[in-house]
């Protein structure tokens, strides 16, 4: 023991940790967005399709939440670029790779938010002489994603979470600030208390924030 | 190239058998730590409650890369050596126990309190209520969960290949690092954590339907 905190170095290198909890959250939006299209397509596709279809989604779907994240971060920065004539910076890559990953998730909670809609409302929407089009945009949509909130924030806050992994093909996110300033500084338990603080508040905030847009939405019961 | 991976089957099969060993000890030892908690959480005086509660809430609202990082590089610096391994091992079992606190909370939590009740009323003492009557009816809730939750344990251990643990990421890395057969290497991987994974992931969907007679 015998170890006294000393927080002056952390504060000198803040904008290593600044810098790189906005960067954190950027790369958190920017695949959540590209991840709920794929989620809804992908959704209204299954709900609609054929087995051949539904069994490709599904396999999606099960690879990638059966495989570690980190593993996927490496497939995808590493090992596409020597199958496929492409280049892209380590950032684009793991966009790239969250969106795929939380397109995953977001497939089984639109899914199910889907099939939860009622009945009752698609006939309704038949009964007033709705195309399918109308019947989807109009219904069974708005129901479904207020039904599937609940379960998109907390989806919303894992992913922040998993942008952590970044770090390891040194997107320059939240945890490689705290890795830069423990090595470079040495200040370790200092580092990674603020950085625990800093994840703790930015996540119950956004928690927080998507429990108020909850309530404003809730289906009545 | 495939001569060569065919070459490195045998180091990854160890590196397999690393990860298998990491999970299972972070499973079990999650296992006890959390149910011990979870009842602390249920039933523990407010003072307990509240720490439990803390404990929970922070591990769960922090990436588990950083409590890694955090326990690896922060136990030498406050006088704990502990080896890679084990460090490893600590951090993943302090983040699969906040999960179990919480599956065992949910499961019971369920129990209607009329049991509970009933079971006082019959003069059973606090550990014979839970080992004769709320146990038993809290497992078969408590059961599906967890085992989808030992999925996340699996997939958390390729995180310990980040403090140099050759378990199967880490394995795979090295490979590539001598073969530069990445891809194909890469998939592998993908493969038989797919394999493993999937296979759990099954068996709580069977446990569930199992137990699905249980209504609310």
Same mark, same amino acid.
């Given at each position: 023991?015998?170890? #006294?905190?000393?927080? =002056? ?41 054929? +087995?051949?279809? +539904?069994?490709?989604? $599904? ?27 492409? $280049? ?7 966009? $790239? ?21 009622? +009945? ?94 909850? +309530? ?6 | ?146 085992? =989808?939750?030992?999925?996340? $344990? ?24 001598? #073969? ?37």
């Amino acid at each position: 023991m015998g170890y #006294t905190l000393n927080f =002056n170095l952390i504060w000198r290198n803040f904008d290593k940790l600044w810098g790189g909890l906005l960067l954190s959250l950027e790369l958190a939006v920017i695949s959540i967005a590209i991840g709920i299209v794929i989620g809804l397509l992908l959704a209204v596709w299954y709900v609609s399709a054929g +087995r051949v279809v +539904r069994t490709v989604i $599904a396999g999606y779907v099960e690879f990638i939440r059966n495989v570690p994240l980190i593993l996927l971060v490496y497939l995808v920065f590493y090992g596409l670029p020597t199958v496929i004539d492409v $280049a892209y910076s380590a950032q684009t890559s793991f966009v $790239a790779t969250l969106s795929l990953y939380s397109g995953a998730y977001l497939v089984e909670v639109f899914r199910s938010g889907l099939e939860a809609v009622p +009945r009752g409302q698609i006939d309704a929407g038949k009964a007033i002489g709705l195309t399918p089009w109308q019947r989807l945009l109009h219904v069974r949509l708005p129901t479904m994603l207020r039904i599937t909130l609940p379960a998109l924030s907390n989806t919303f806050i894992s992913l922040f979470k998993d942008t952590s992994v970044a770090s390891v093909i040194s997107v320059p996110e939240l945890t490689y600030g705290a890795q830069w300033i423990n090595f470079n500084t040495f200040r370790i338990v200092e580092v990674y208390l603020v950085v625990t603080a800093m994840y703790l508040f930015t996540g119950y905030a956004l928690l927080y924030a998507l429990r108020l847009v909850e +309530r404003r939405f809730r289906v009545a019961h | 190239m495939l001569g060569q991976i065919a070459y490195a089957l045998p180091f990854l099969a160890q590196g397999f058998a690393v990860t298998l060993w990491v999970s299972l000890l972070v499973v079990a030892l999650s296992l006890v730590a959390g149910v011990m908690m979870g009842v602390g959480l249920v039933y523990g005086p407010a003072p307990l409650r509240w720490v439990v509660r803390i404990f929970s809430d922070t591990i769960r609202g922090i990436p588990i890369l950083v409590l890694i990082f955090f326990v690896y590089y922060g136990l030498p610096a406050v006088g704990i050596h502990l080896e890679s391994f084990w460090a490893a091992v600590l951090a993943l079992t302090l983040f699969k126990t906040a999960q179990v606190i919480e599956y065992l909370r949910g499961a019971v939590g369920s129990i209607p309190k009329g049991q509970s009740e009933a079971s006082m009323a019959i003069g059973l003492t606090f550990r014979q209520r839970l080992a004769y009557v709320i146990f038993p009816q809290a497992f078969r809730r408590f059961l599906p969960p967890w085992i =989808n939750g030992v999925t996340d $344990a699996v997939k958390g251990s390729a995180l310990v290949s980040l403090l140099g643990i050759t378990d199967l990421m880490h394995a795979i890395n090295q490979v590539i690092g001598r #073969t530069y057969e990445a891809m194909p290497l890469y998939i592998l991987g993908a493969v038989i954590y797919f394999a493993v994974n999937y296979a759990l992931s099954l068996a709580s969907r069977r446990l569930e339907r199992r137990f699905s007679f249980i209504r609310e």
